[in-house]
């Protein structure tokens, strides 16, 4: 069975930093993609940035490139997403998941249930 | 980007009714359609991919159309557990969007 748990969630003040960790389970991480998808209080999903099986490649969205760092551990089945220079708008649940080949997805097949990020001072 | 326009953005149905809700791309996006549905509390699931392809495990009355630009997800005998938001998505272009969203409620 496939399992996503992200943690490192919490309270930051804007211009605070965080990392989130994605911890995987029932599927062999380092064939597939992984991706943060990140949904604001009461609003809608947005992409936010997607890793290669070998961590070689990466994307964001623009509204956080140059602030969030993607990357991955495949020896601990692990992906990250370090964040700096947080705003209010970056309150959001902060959500992992496992793509569906080893560089792109053209679908999400598998989510975790989310670490929430609060900015606010 | 390519934008995701969803339509309407919410709407009210009975258990046993067909429902149909829309995705327009901004521009054409071949079949790159995906539809996820998102009961409060959760999240999202994977329900068809590809504009038509059901993910295993979902009902057979859901159905997905469409390519483009326009895309149509399909739901038939709506039962209480589809009551949910319902989002596409388009992975034809990076990055990835999302559409806005539909609501589904219990009328």
């Known amino acids: 069975e496939v399992q996503l748990v992200e943690s490192g969630g919490g309270l930051v003040q804007p211009g605070g930093s965080l990392r989130l960790s994605c911890s995987a389970s029932?599927?062999?991480?380092?064939?597939?993609?992984m991706h943060w998808v990140r949904q604001a209080p009461g609003r809608g999903l947005e992409y936010v940035s997607s890793?290669?099986?070998?961590?070689?490649?990466?994307y964001y969205a623009d509204s956080v490139k140059d602030k969030f760092t993607i990357s991955r551990d495949n020896s601990k089945h692990t992906l990250y997403l370090q964040m700096s220079s947080l705003r209010a708008e970056d309150t959001a649940l902060y959500y992992c998941?496992?793509?569906?080949?080893?560089?792109?997805?053209?679908?999400?097949?598998?989510w975790g249930q989310g670490t929430l990020v609060t900015v606010s001072s | 980007d390519i934008q995701m326009t969803q339509s309407p953005s919410s709407l009210s149905a009975s258990v046993g009714d067909r429902v149909t809700i829309t995705c327009r791309a901004s521009?054409?996006?071949?079949?790159?359609l995906n539809w996820y549905q998102q009961k409060p509390g959760q999240a999202p699931k994977l329900l068809i991919y590809?504009?038509?392809s059901l993910q295993s495990g979902v009902p057979s009355r859901f159905s997905g159309s469409g390519s483009g630009t326009d895309f149509t997800l399909t739901m038939s005998n709506l039962q209480p557990g589809d009551f949910a938001t319902y989002y596409c998505?388009?992975?034809?272009?990076?990055?990835?969007?999302f559409g806005g969203g539909t609501k589904v409620e219990i009328k």
């Open positions: 998941v496992k793509g569906t080949y080893d560089f792109w997805s053209p679908y999400y097949d598998y």
């Open positions: 029932g599927f062999t991480f380092s064939n597939y993609a």
């Open positions: 590809r504009t038509s």
């Open positions: 998505q388009q992975t034809y272009s990076i990055p990835p969007t």
């Open positions: 521009q054409s996006i071949s079949t790159y």
């Open positions: 890793i290669s099986s070998n961590g070689g490649t990466t």
